[in-house]
């Protein structure tokens, strides 16, 4: 399968997905005072299948560490920033070796050609829908991708919530983990409020960590504007493994 066909695949495939998302009740626990309720739960939901994508060429964080969003409530760069959120977690795309260079599941070294492939798709002027399309080019010829797993937790009130952190369970050979929609309602939108994202490769006797990162409130904040599942760029956080986390955020009064 040639590249052009594989990102014409998945650019297909992302949107035909971006209207099918549905929230399941989860099992978390109410935050103090009932500000903040967790919402997680599991679907039946694809490994494979990729997220919506608004078609927004611009605004990727870069690092988690800021985006070039307007969030003053005012100005030319989207809807007035909301007081309160809901947030509703997506998947996360994984670079398909680890910092050996070798495959997840198996001895697989990577070939320098695949190396430069990622970092070219990196580059483009749609980095995400790239980066998606090289990655499910490997994993249609048996890339040997991992078994992801983690949890998500929110700094919210000057501190992380531990009574709202979600476990995400495990999928099986992918790479791009889904989160099942696991998120948190009635979140007030504050200076440092922020989202980390942990993930580890299952396997029988030890599992390998994926990578850790986290997303701001500049990222939130573009993932608003965006009024859709946004890809928010993390590959240059921690070891690099863990390319985009995608998102959705929604006001609530």
Not at 52 to 70: E, F, M, P
Not at 142 to 158: K, R, V, W
Not at 192 to 202: A, G, K, N, S
């Given at each position: 399968?040639?590249?052009?066909?594989?990102?014409?695949?998945?650019?297909?495939?992302?949107?035909?997905?971006?209207?099918c998302i549905v929230i399941q009740p989860g099992t978390g626990d109410q935050g103090a005072g009932g500000s903040s309720e967790l919402e997680g739960g599991h679907d039946d939901a694809d490994s494979g299948d990729g997220d919506g994508y608004s078609g927004d060429g611009d605004g990727y964080s870069g690092d988690g560490g800021g985006s070039d969003?307007?969030?003053?409530?005012?100005?030319?760069?989207?809807?007035?920033?909301?007081?309160?959120?809901?947030?509703?977690?997506?998947?996360?795309?994984?670079?398909?070796?680890?910092?050996?260079?070798?495959?997840?599941?198996?001895?697989?070294?990577?070939?320098?050609?695949?190396?430069?492939?990622?970092?070219?798709?990196?580059?483009?002027?749609?980095?995400?829908?790239?980066?998606?399309?090289?990655?499910?080019?490997?994993?249609?010829?048996?890339?040997?991708?991992?078994?992801?797993?983690?949890?998500?937790?929110?700094?919210?009130?000057?501190?992380?919530?531990?009574?709202?952190?979600?476990?995400?369970?495990?999928?099986?050979?992918?790479?791009?983990?889904?989160?099942?929609?696991?998120?948190?309602?009635?979140?007030?939108?504050?200076?440092?409020?922020?989202?980390?994202?942990?993930?580890?490769?299952?396997?029988?006797?030890?599992?390998?960590?994926?990578?850790?990162?986290?997303?701001?409130?500049?990222?939130?904040?573009?993932?608003?504007?965006?009024?859709?599942?946004?890809?928010?760029?993390?590959?240059?956080?921690?070891?690099?493994?863990?390319?985009?986390?995608?998102?959705?955020?929604?006001?609530?009064?």
């Amino acid at each position: 399968m040639s590249f052009c066909n594989v990102r014409a695949w998945a650019t297909l495939a992302l949107f035909a997905c971006a209207g099918c998302i549905v929230i399941q009740p989860g099992t978390g626990d109410q935050g103090a005072g009932g500000s903040s309720e967790l919402e997680g739960g599991h679907d039946d939901a694809d490994s494979g299948d990729g997220d919506g994508y608004s078609g927004d060429g611009d605004g990727y964080s870069g690092d988690g560490g800021g985006s070039d969003v307007d969030t003053s409530g005012s100005g030319d760069n989207g809807p007035p920033e909301p007081s309160v959120v809901s947030i509703r977690m997506a998947s996360a795309l994984i670079r398909p070796w680890d910092t050996a260079e070798e495959a997840w599941d198996g001895n697989t070294s990577v070939s320098p050609e695949d190396v430069a492939n990622l970092a070219f798709a990196l580059g483009a002027t749609d980095p995400y829908v790239a980066s998606l399309a090289f990655v499910y080019g490997l994993a249609a010829d048996a890339y040997e991708p991992p078994d992801p797993f983690g949890h998500i937790e929110i700094f919210t009130g000057g501190a992380w919530r531990a009574d709202l952190q979600a476990e995400i369970l495990p999928t099986q050979d992918t790479f791009n983990a889904p989160f099942y929609d696991a998120g948190w309602d009635n979140i007030p939108v504050e200076p440092d409020m922020r989202i980390r994202v942990v993930l580890w490769d299952e396997d029988l006797a030890h599992h390998d960590p994926l990578g850790t990162v986290e997303l701001n409130r500049g990222d939130l904040m573009a993932a608003y504007g965006a009024a859709n599942v946004y890809p928010v760029r993390t590959d240059e956080q921690d070891t690099g493994t863990i390319l985009f986390v995608s998102l959705s955020v929604a006001a609530q009064q």
